[in-house]
């Protein structure tokens, strides 16, 4: 039995509800508290009952995910928790007021970032598209900051770019191998963007335009017409042309890869893209930079599926944008616990 305490017009009442109730059923909770409270002054009040119950739950599975993480992980987790609150609650409520704050060290590189943004700028040509963003640009994906003896063991191999979009990412990943970047993307409007970004930037070989789609399975789809190049383009049915779809797993059997790197940031088809590449990824040991913010699949399925199919990995969750309430743009970091 949990007590819940609600003041009205300077009267304090006392509520015996059984916790369970609250997690299971809020709105039924909220019906049987209607003889008591005018929810045109009280409405706050029953919302903090319900930010309660849901900063519990959330609470519970972000736990599930902090399973032989370190420290700096941890406290990326503490911010996600926050973060789900506060935009769930708090960002646009008149009633209730929610503290956050990044951790320190990402603080210390929001810094930087502003700092560095102007010559990072300058030195690449998108041809237009304004989204020199710090995922990219200035974390290169997880690799700018982590151990120089996790870049010495991709140096010599290959890099898996699935999501390629325009080649933003090619720009910064060439300086972390001397093979080949195999850039997957089922887009015809971003892959023509993509030919004319490498021409701005003079970047002439690394680097192979692979036109299917990464999936957990194999066939064709018809995907939505395009206007633009777009960042945020899933791969979902419509009413534009065909693409091919494939897996990882079957293109490692018709390519000679030698995969140091797999970068996924595939707007929510994460975790059936780490599926399709499972046999890949225990065969090569890669490097793994997987986006898990765009959907609970992601962010709390990616993980335990390679923990349990995976031995002697380490993981880290690090943030990469600087918008505070969110964490767009966060990623898994993995890496073989032998570089160690």
């Known amino acids: 039995m949990k007590k819940i305490i609600i003041s009205i017009l300077g009267i304090t009442i006392l509520f015996g509800i059984n916790i369970d109730i609250f997690n299971n059923k809020i709105k039924k909770v909220n019906r049987r508290l209607d003889d008591f409270i005018d929810y045109s002054v009280c409405s706050g009040q029953a919302k903090a009952i319900e930010s309660e119950i849901f900063r519990e739950y959330a609470a519970n599975k972000i736990d599930k995910l902090r399973k032989g993480l370190d420290a700096k992980s941890n406290e990326v987790l503490d911010y996600v928790l926050e973060a789900m609150v506060y935009t769930r609650f708090y960002k646009n409520s008149p009633w209730e007021k929610g503290n956050i704050s990044f951790p320190k060290e990402h603080i210390e590189h929001m810094n930087r970032w502003y700092t560095e943004f102007s010559d990072i700028k300058s030195k690449y040509d998108l041809g237009g598209c304004n989204e020199i963003v710090p995922e990219v640009f200035y974390f290169h994906h997880g690799l700018r900051f982590t151990n120089p003896k996790v870049l010495n063991y991709i140096k010599g191999k290959d890099i898996i770019d699935c999501g390629a979009y325009i080649g933003d990412s090619v720009l910064v990943l060439r300086y972390y191998t001397n093979a080949t970047i195999y850039c997957y993307e089922f887009s015809k409007t971003n892959i023509k963007a993509f030919e004319k970004v490498m021409k701005l930037n003079s970047v002439s070989s690394k680097y192979i335009i692979v036109p299917v789609a990464l999936s957990d399975e194999v066939g064709n789809v018809r995907v939505e017409k395009e206007k633009e190049a777009n960042s945020a383009r899933q791969l979902k049915e419509g009413d534009g042309y065909s693409v091919k779809k494939t897996t ?5 059997k018709e390519r000679n890869f030698k995969i140091g790197l797999i970068k996924a940031d595939v ?47 380490i993981f880290e969750f690090h943030l990469q944008q600087f918008e505070l309430g969110n964490f767009n743009e966060m990623i898994l970091f993995c890496y073989p616990k032998e570089l160690l």
Do not use: C, W
């Open 248 to 252: 990882i797993d079957e293109e490692a």
């Open 267 to 313: 707007e929510g088809d994460g975790m059936r893209i780490v599926k399709g590449a499972i046999n890949t990824i225990k065969q090569h040991r890669p490097v793994l930079s997987l986006a898990v913010y765009h959907n609970t699949d992601e962010l709390f399925g990616i993980k335990p599926f390679l923990e349990e199919n995976l031995k002697d990995y």
